[in-house]
Structure formats: structure tokens, C-alpha cells
């Protein structure tokens, strides 16, 4: 095998850092040649309570349900294509199964077909998800750490990667253990940098994007309302899928709504603040102590089309507060209580004509949503409530080159995961081993990969 061989360094030993790793020494890559820096712990030593830093990252050590859809997760079949991303997919969930201790427990759930008592109103978003089992994860971690190590990986744990300098192909980085607080920082060169921070390294992507000024996608508007109401009025959808996505779409205005984030049986709404505005969102309880017999979710817009998404969600959600909170409109309801039986704050107002007057034509679309749901769900009518705003703010998704996700400035900088524009493990994991692909393709010059030399090397 003639290979050219670079030092590649990534930064993340969350999902998308260790599937990028995986394929690449599983096709025969010098693990020698490949680093990851993290500022979390290796699984030996990571405690269940560090969530979001460490090895496998955030959900692959907490949680690991692996859903399996091209319309959930993120972006995925934006850049490869549907079929090479669902191929991109299994490769994850295949890496999930090879490194825990009994794949046979691994299970694949499945919903049906849509019922037919929601049609004509809304389509209903299904989608396999693979349970890989919270208890194994942590088991998991190790088998596969100790696979990367016997392949020659070299990490650097503990350690925190404060700048980047694209120009000169330099990593800066820093040890975060007490005992090292007066050493200076130290760096390290890369031919080819994965940068793959998650959502705990969200602001220092940020940074660099500034610094860079790296040119970014545009994005869409994530707008709309908590809805709530008594779960019996919903059950028939439960019983076919727990966290239910009903969504319609309207391609000429440029507007799409889905339900977002069904809570059921012990399901609160919580207030979030951000940018010293309330906003709402929903959780549940595991433990039935809590039952209240509720759900909520949200109806969220996504309004392509917009100039400043950012700026003017917020000057949407801004307007629509009174009091220095969020507002709650009920035909007949009160507001509920938090799981700590304190009332949701929220300022209740009997009409929605100022709504109205703030989020203009678009209102119509969540009523409408709301009007349908009457219909498909009779015993409805007027026994429910809604929290004023629920927003989400996306993050900037840096434009990247569709063929190997490298900054559209920086072509040996590629960006994966959560920090280019993935929410979930299975589209993060294989956002990574994409860029892996794209990376062996370009070095390995046998026909040993065929399948990669075809599709890649002209
Ligand atoms: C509690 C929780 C549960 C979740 N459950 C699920 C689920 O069941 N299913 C699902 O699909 N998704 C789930 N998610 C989302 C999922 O975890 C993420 O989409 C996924 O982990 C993103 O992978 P990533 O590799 O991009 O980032 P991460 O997995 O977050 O890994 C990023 C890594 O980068 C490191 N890092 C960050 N900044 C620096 C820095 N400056 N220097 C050095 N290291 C740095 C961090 O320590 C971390 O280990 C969950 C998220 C959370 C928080």
C-alpha cells in the first residue's frame, strides 16, 4: 500500500472524534499519526456525572439512542447524499454494536405507518431508533478506547485546545489538570485538522469563526409556542409513538411547523432564559411520583427566507413579553405548576390580538396547527393552553465544502458534529467518518479501497 501520510489531529474525543479515529485506522491509517485532544477524561477515569465532556462525548456516554433517519439528528444528507448518508449511518451504529459487551441487546425500535386518523391535517414523522442502553455505554467506552489505543491513537486528555491557527496549521492547548495550572501552553502542528468540540466547545467555535471571519450558511427562523393539555386527549398518537412528530409544510411560503419535544405522564414546562427573555421549553420526569398526566410540546415554525434570523427572533421573542415574562393564552385553563409545584411563570392574557400584531402572517400558521389538531383530536376543543414564545436560536453552521466538510476557507480544516450543524449522535458520528472517508480516499493510492478510489479520485 503507498500511502502519503500526514499528521492528522482532532480536536473532540466526543462521537464524532472517535468514529473520524475508528475509520481511519481501521482502513489501515498510522494510529501513530492521529492525536486527540480533549479537555474531558478517558472512560476509565470519567465519572457518569461529567455529561458533556470526555471520552464519547456528550449523548454517547449518557444516553445512545441512535436514531436513524436522514430528517433527524442535523445535517447529514445536505452534504453526501441520501443514500451514502444512510450508509454513513449504519457504519456508526455498527461501531456502537462491535464495542459493547452484549450487541445481542441492542434493539432496533420501529413505529409503524402513519394512522390514517391523522391525515389528511398532518404527516407524522417516523423513524427507527437503535437503544443501545444507557448502563452499557459507559462499557462500551472502554472496549472501544482500548481498541484506539492497540491501534496507536495518541490522546491527550485533560487538556484544552484554546486557539487554533489555521494559517499555520497549529493546535494551542493547555493542560486543565490543577497541578498543571502554571505550565505554559503548549502546541502541536497538523496536515489535517477534524475540529469536532460538541456543544460544551460551542463558544470557542465561535471565536474562530469571528477570528476567521469563516462565511457561514444561511439559517432559518425556529419560532412558535409551547402547547399543553391533558395527555388523554392525545393518547391514540402515544400509544403509536411516545414522542409523537406531527409536521406539515408549506414550500411556497417558505414555512414548515412540527411538533417539538413531546413530554408525557410527569410532563412540566419550563421557563428558559436567554438573552434576559423568557422563553419556554418542556421535560419529563422518570419518576412517576411526578405524574401529572400532561403533555406538552412545542409548535415550532422554521421560516427560511429571513435576512437576520438571529436578530429578528429576537426582537420577536422581546416584543412578545409583559411584565418580564413570557405570556400564556388559554381558552378555559390556568397555567400549570413546575415540578416543584410552582406555577409556570407566565403572564395569562385573554386574547391573542397582540401576539397577532408581533409575529404577523405567521401566527395564522400555528392557530391553523393548532385548529387541525382539534379536528384529529375531538375531544380537544377548548381544553388546552399555550406558553408565548418558544424559540430556538441556531447556532451559525460554517460553510463547508459539500465533498469533505472543510472550511470553504481552510481546506485542511474540517468541522463535524455538533460544531458544524449535527444534534445527535448518529449524524455527528457519521458526519466524522465522512471526512475520514474523504481523507483516505485522497491518500491511499492502491486500489486496495477501491470502492473509495472510484468514488473519490477521478
Ligand atoms: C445529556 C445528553 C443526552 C443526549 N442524548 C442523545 C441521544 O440519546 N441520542 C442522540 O442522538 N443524541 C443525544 N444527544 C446529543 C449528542 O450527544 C450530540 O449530538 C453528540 O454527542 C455530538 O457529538 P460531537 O462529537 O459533535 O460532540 P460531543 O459528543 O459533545 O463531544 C465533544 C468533545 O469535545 C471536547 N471539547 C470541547 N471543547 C474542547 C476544547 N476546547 N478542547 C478540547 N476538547 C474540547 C469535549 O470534552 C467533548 O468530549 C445528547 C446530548 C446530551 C447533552
Known sequence: MKMKEKKIVIVGAGVAGVNAATKLVDQGYPGELITIIDMGKDPYKRKPEEVMTGFLGAGGWSDGKLTYHTAIGGQLSKYCGEEKAMQLMDQVITNFKRFHPKPEEVQCSNPEAEPDFIKPYFGLRLFPVWHVGTDYLSEIGKNWYDYLVSKGVQFHWETKV?????????????????????????????????????????????????????????????????????????QKLIDISYDFKLYRKFEDKGVSLRSFCTNNNAAYVAVEETYGDHSYNGHAKKDMRYRNDMTNFGILMEINGIEDPFTWSRDVVNKLQFNGTGLYYSPTRIPSTTAEGNNVTAFQIDNLSGVENVMGEYWTYIMDFIEDMKKVFPTLQDDWGIYIPEVKYLSPEPL??????????????????????????????????????????????????PEFISHYVA
Open 162 to 234: 484554546s486557539n487554533i491557527n489555521f494559517r499555520h496549521n497549529e493546535v494551542i492547548m493547555k493542560s486543565v489538570k490543577p497541578e498543571f495550572a502554571n505550565m505554559d501552553n503548549d502546541s502541536m502542528f497538523y496536515d489535517e485538522l477534524i475540529f469536532g468540540v460538541g456543544k460544551s466547545g460551542i463558544d470557542f467555535a465561535q471565536e474562530l469563526a469571528n477570528k476567521y471571519e469563516l462565511p457561514d450558511e444561511p439559517k432559518s427562523v425556529q419560532i412558535g409556542v409551547r402547547f399543553e393539555a391533558p395527555q388523554k386527549h392525545f
Open 400 to 449: 463547508v465544502s459539500y465533498r469533505n466538510l472543510s472550511l470553504t476557507k481552510f481546506s485542511n480544516v474540517h468541522f463535524v458534529g455538533d460544531a458544524l450543524s449535527a444534534r445527535g449522535i448518529t449524524v455527528s458520528g457519521a458526519q466524522a467518518i465522512y471526512v475520514a472517508e474523504d481523507i483516505l480516499s485522497y491518500y491511499l493510492r492502491d486500489t486496495e479501497y
